[in-house]
């Protein structure tokens, strides 16, 4: 736990160079990333309105550590439940965890289509998605159309309205090498910061 927390001192310590608190929010994403770390790296580009060059607008790394954190500590009371519970259980002598590790993240495949909203408020639709019961999208809590979505290896499917992966992938009958050079190239340019902040084309 305290990998994130030290990394999330850093953003803030305005008396580092901004290119080192950009690297530092990175490094937080690599330990908590609710979309998984491309489309949320997406999403918090586009929430804090983190600049091409960071050093235009340090504070915009706050807010999106920030906005991170907060998510983060909605997931957080849950874990460390579940491991007090869980070393009941090994002690007991239950190989099994019943109920599984709560999942702090659902799967976008596309960075750029992904839920809306603050991260906070979505996390705690992602901790229930595994025990969703509708036949919906669990993260939209509705009856969306599905899409697909390939990254020239593999097919994912998606929910139409917010880009959460509904069923495993499936590979490629034959690998698309332009298409996957296309989707290399755009995730570039979301890093970068050179992609416009808009809702993507959804196929």
Known sequence: MTSFATHRLRVHDATLPAYRRMSALRTCLTQFAPYGLRATFHHLRGSAGIPRDPARDPDSLVRAVEELRAAREVWVPGILAWQ?????????????????EPRPRVSCPNPEFHPLG???????????????????????????????????????VLC??????????????????????????RWRAVWRGDAEWERPLRA
């Not at 993260?139 to 599905?146: F, P, Q, T, Y």
């Not at 509904?166 to 989707?183: F, G, I, K, N, S």
Request: hydrophobic share 35%.
């Open 84 to 100: 007090e519970a869980r070393r009941l259980q090994k002690r007991a002598g239950v190989r099994l965890a019943e109920p599984p």
């Open 118 to 156: 603050p991260l906070a408020e979505v996390m705690p639709r992602i901790l229930r998605a595994r025990e969703y019961p509708g036949g919906g999208c669990a993260v939209c809590e509705a009856d969306h159309s599905r899409l697909s979505w390939s990254d020239g290896h593999r097919v994912h």
């Open 160 to 185: 139409a309205h917010c880009g959460v992966e509904q069923l495993p992938p499936t590979p490629e009958a034959v690998d698309d090498v332009h298409r996957r050079l296309a989707c290399e190239a």
